[in-house]
């Protein structure tokens, strides 16, 4: 059984920093590019970051050179390292794979960006 299970969100201030975590399980990690997704209040779901099999990331515009994204394949598990955050970030934040042709998604956790 296929598993996504998200955490380390939670409120800080702007310009602080938050690192999530997903932890897979049910399929072989290493062989699969990992996605961090996010959905803010009132709007639609929107890429975050990606990381390929072999470790090579992109971003969306919005947070590059902010985020970090980094699989750990001994753990079963990427992180999404977010720097410098902004109100704007505030958002339920997803992890997410596609295996087969079929979209995995954890259950999200929730970031909140605010004084």
């Known amino acids: 059984q296929v598993q996504l299970v998200e955490s380390g969100g939670g409120l800080v201030q702007p310009g602080g920093s938050l690192r999530l975590s997903c932890t897979v399980s049910?399929?072989?990690?290493?062989?699969?590019?990992m996605n961090w997704y996010r959905r803010a209040p009132g709007k639609e779901r929107e890429f975050v970051a990606t990381?390929?099999?072999?470790?090579?990331?992109n971003y969306a515009d919005s947070v590059k050179g902010r985020f970090t994204i980094i699989r750990d394949n001994i753990k079963n598990t990427v992180y999404l390292q977010m720097n410098s955050l902004k109100a704007e970030d505030t958002a339920m934040y997803y992890c997410?794979?596609?295996?087969?042709?079929?979209?995995?998604w954890g259950q999200g956790t929730q970031v909140t960006v605010s004084s």
């Open positions: 997410n794979t596609v295996r087969r042709n079929y979209n995995y």
């Open positions: 049910g399929f072989t990690f290493s062989l699969y590019t």
């Open positions: 990381v390929s099999t072999g470790g090579s990331a």
